[in-house]
């Protein structure tokens, strides 16, 4: 195997249970990264922030397996300003399977965690991974994978649809992937597995370890958006399942149609709820059995996917600011007053000034528009008063704010009452967002920061 490593890997003694420091598990982060220029930096910065009272991170570890883009400098740079970042290249590609080998035998910590580079962890991910492991009858931790594909849409229903049923399975029967944890004691899983945590929740549940799936682990993906990368993708996992059902003598919970059977129908609201939604899971259901078709076919035929080819479509992310924007659980409310030059504000004149400040609000509204995203909510609330309700943090709302405000006073020269008059903006903001760990909601913004 032709590796080179680019960091120098501390080894690390772990002294006791919980790595070395009372309360808190150390752990080793492992991302298998094959051409992921678009995803690696922000998933990176989101990992080296998952901190908490019973995680420690002591390392990153980036196995870069033939990458032919700008992932091996993308993450030297970020390397070189973070010590807990280390790379590992591949020369050549071989499979993730061989990647989490090499990751293995670089991890130094207790607990070794594996998420992929096109996933985005949540605030508090690996907090809730990881605290299960206190019990030392845990071997292995799941989360929640959530997509952000648009549910209104056929595949979009389609890829909700799939990890639903997994969130559902999984919590009666443990079906853990794409971010797992699990106890440091395996050297490698078969090179030519094309499932790597089911290879892995087999060695780890036939060491005498138990496997428990964490809902509250929430990590963002994306799932395929058109039919051609969605039969590739499950075909791919399911002739995997039928070999690590020979090779390590295990099944994964999802191999059996009667729990996918009842979930389903659990889930009546979402795939019965209105007669589109009935005929996309018919249609669903077809493509799935279609796929597992082919699967049983490749395995017959002993063709292999450990090496498999990249499904476009869940790569692009739609280039980090937007994608963030559409999966953090934040709104924000922005209030813009326009202020007409010359406007006394007195009750004599008041009348008159607040339908000027009013057309002027009509006006701009259309070109105002344009600077926010289509999801997001304009619209005018009094005279000259307009209000943004956009899915955005705090500093984001910031941007989209200075954003209108310069529009705004952008338009010199505006004609009202057949008067030439200047328009200048105020505004405030409020953040709302549901982020505490007891579930309460938390407001933000200048005027709670001055109160």
């Known amino acids: 195997m032709a590796t080179k490593v680019e960091n120098n890997l501390q080894s690390k003694h772990i002294e006791d249970g919980n790595g070395g420091e009372e309360g808190r598990v150390g752990c080793s982060v492992g991302i298998m990264a094959y051409n992921e220029e678009a995803n690696i930096v922000r998933t990176l910065r989101a990992v080296l922030a998952q901190e908490g009272p019973s995680v420690r991170l002591d390392e990153v570890i980036v196995v870069a397996s033939g990458c032919t883009d700008r992932t091996v400098p993308l993450v030297n740079g970020i390397a070189q300003q973070e010590p807990r970042v280390h790379l590992c290249v591949q020369e050549k590609r071989e499979g993730k399977a061989s990647a989490i080998n090499l990751f293995l035998k670089e991890a130094t910590s207790e607990i070794a965690i594996l998420i992929g580079a096109d996933v985005i962890p949540d605030e508090s991910a690996l907090e809730n991974l990881c605290v299960p ?135 009546r609201d979402f795939t019965m709820g209105s007669p589109k939604q009935a005929l996309w899971t018919v249609g669903t259901v077809s493509l799935e059995g279609y796929a597992r078709i082919q699967g049983h076919y490749d395995y017959w035929r002993k063709r292999e996917h450990h090496i498999w080819q990249m499904v476009d479509s869940t790569k692009d992310l739609e280039a980090g600011q937007r994608k963030m924007r559409r999966i953090c659980n934040a ?51 009094g005279p000259g008063i307009i209000t943004a309700v956009i899915r955005a943090e705090q500093q984001g709302a910031e941007i989209v704010a200075h954003r209108i405000t310069q529009a705004v006073e952008a338009n010199t020269g505006m004609r009202i009452g057949g008067r030439e008059v200047k328009v200048t903006a105020a505004y405030s903001s409020l953040t709302f967002s549901s982020k505490a760990a007891d579930g309460k909601m938390t407001v933000s913004g200048p005027l709670v920061e001055e109160s």
């Not at 594909?149 to 992937?177: C, E, I, Y």
Request: some cysteine; charged content about 25%; hydrophobic content about 40%.
């Open 331 to 381: 709104q924000s409310v922005i209030v813009f007053r326009l202020i007409l030059e010359g406007a006394l504000g007195n009750d004599v004149h008041r009348e008159r000034e607040d339908r000027e400040a009013t057309e002027v609000a009509r006006k701009l509204l259309p070109e105002l528009r344009t600077k926010i995203r289509k999801e997001d909510k304009l619209s005018i609330n």
């Open 133 to 267: 492991f206190h019990n030392p009858e845990i071997g292995m931790v799941g989360g929640r994978p959530v997509p952000v594909n648009d549910p209104d849409t056929f595949m979009g229903h389609s890829v909700h649809l799939l990890w639903r049923l997994h969130d559902q399975v999984a919590r009666d029967q443990p079906k853990l992937g794409e971010v797992i944890a699990f106890r440091n004691v395996i050297s490698g899983i078969p090179t030519n597995s094309a499932v790597d945590e089911i290879s892995i929740q087999a060695l780890i549940s036939q060491l005498g370890y138990k496997l428990l799936y964490k809902p509250e682990c929430v990590v963002y993906n994306k799932g395929p958006i058109n039919v051609r990368d969605f039969l590739k993708q499950r075909r791919r996992i399911y002739a995997g399942h039928l070999k690590v059902r020979t090779q390590q003598n295990y099944e994964a919970s999802t191999m059996k149609v009667s729990p996918i059977a009842r979930q389903l129908f659990a889930c």
